[in-house]
C-alpha cells in the first residue's frame, strides 16, 4: 500500500536558523497520528514544511507516492492536502457560509464534503451560517477552519492545535469529529499540546525534541510508556 504521507530525513530552516533536523516518519492511508512535544519543538514547522511554507527545505515528502519537495505551497495543496493552521485563518467581514464557501474543490480528488454534510457534522456552522467571522466564538472559528478544508475534497488533513484555548463541550465535539472522519477513510496528522484529547484518537504519537523525532509510541503502547511521556512533555 502507498502510504499517504512518507517523510524521509526532513530538513527545514527559516532563514538562517536550521529548524528541523532529519525528520523521517510515514502515516498510512486512515490513520491519525500525532506530533507531541514542548514548545519549539518543530511540531508546527514539520506541518508547514509538508506544504512548503518554511525557507529552504530539503529531504523527501511524498504525498500518496508523490514527490513534494520540490513543490510550490498551491501545486502541494493539489495532492490533496488540507492545512488547518493554529490561526484558523477566518475572514472576518464574511460570512461563516462564505468562508465556506471560499476555497475552491480540488480537482482530480474526487468531490469534497457537500455543505449538507458539513452542516450535519457541525450543526452550530448552521445556527451561525449568516453571522459574521468576527461574532463566532473560538470553538465555532476552529470548526469553520476545518470544515472549509473538508469541502475542496482534500483526503489528507494537517491539523494545528484544533484544540487549544476551547471550552471543554467543544474539545469534545472536535473529538468527536476526528472519529467520524477517521471513519470516513480520512488520514489525519495532528500537532496537540492537550494529551488527553489526543490520547484516545491516534493510532500512533511520535514526540518530537529538538526538531528531532525521538520516540515513537503505537496507541497499544502509551499505558506502557506513559512515565517516558511524562518525562519528556512534562504532561
Same mark, same amino acid.
Given at each position: 500500500?502507498?502510504a499517504?504521507?512518507?517523510i524521509?530525513?526532513l ?8 529548524i528541523?533536523?532529519g ?22 514547522t514539520?506541518?508547514r514544511?509538508?506544504?512548503?511554507l518554511?525557507?529552504?527545505r ?6 500518496? =507516492?508523490? $514527490?513534494a519537495?520540490? /513543490?510550490p505551497?498551491? @501545486? *502541494?495543496?493539489?495532492? %490533496?492536502i ?21 476555497p ?6 474526487g468531490?469534497?464534503m457537500?455543505?449538507?454534510?458539513i ?18 466564538? =473560538?470553538? $465555532?472559528?476552529?470548526m /469553520?477552519?476545518?470544515? @472549509? *478544508?473538508?469541502?475542496? %475534497?482534500?483526503?489528507?488533513?494537517l ?13 469534545q465535539a ?13 488520514t ?6 492537550n ?9 500512533r ?6 526538531g ?9 503502547e ?7 511521556l511524562t ?5
Amino acid at each position: 500500500m502507498t502510504a499517504a504521507l512518507d517523510i524521509e530525513n526532513l530538513q527545514a530552516w527559516y532563514g538562517e536558523s536550521h529548524i528541523l533536523h532529519g525528520v523521517s516518519f510515514t502515516v498510512q492511508p486512515g490513520e491519525v497520528v500525532t506530533l507531541l512535544g514542548r514548545n519549539g519543538a518543530g511540531r508546527t514547522t514539520t506541518l508547514r514544511a509538508i506544504m512548503g511554507l518554511t525557507g529552504a527545505r530539503t529531504g523527501s515528502i511524498k504525498v500518496n =507516492g508523490v $514527490e513534494a519537495i520540490r /513543490l510550490p505551497t498551491h @501545486r *502541494i495543496a493539489h495532492l %490533496g492536502i488540507g492545512y488547518c493552521p493554529e490561526e484558523r485563518g477566518i475572514f472576518a467581514s464574511l460570512s461563516a457560509e462564505e468562508n465556506l464557501m471560499l476555497p475552491p474543490q480540488l480537482s482530480g480528488h474526487g468531490a469534497g464534503m457537500s455543505v449538507a454534510e458539513i452542516y450535519e457534522m457541525f450543526p452550530n456552522l448552521y445556527e451561525r451560517r449568516h453571522s459574521q467571522g468576527t461574532r463566532l466564538s =473560538g470553538g $465555532e472559528q476552529q470548526m /469553520l477552519a476545518v470544515a @472549509r *478544508i473538508l469541502r475542496t %475534497g482534500a483526503r489528507l488533513l494537517l491539523l494545528d492545535e484544533i484544540s487549544e484555548g476551547l471550552a471543554p463541550v467543544i474539545v469534545q465535539a472536535l473529538a468527536k469529529m476526528i472519529t467520524t472522519l477517521k471513519a470516513k477513510g480520512y488520514t489525519i496528522v495532528m500537532v496537540e499540546q492537550n494529551f488527553r484529547f489526543a490520547a484516545p484518537l491516534a493510532d500512533r504519537f511520535y514526540v518530537m525534541e529538538h526538531g528531532r523525532i525521538v520516540t515513537t509510541i503505537a496507541a497499544a503502547e502509551l499505558q506502557a510508556s506513559m512515565p517516558a511521556l511524562t518525562e519528556l512533555l512534562g504532561v
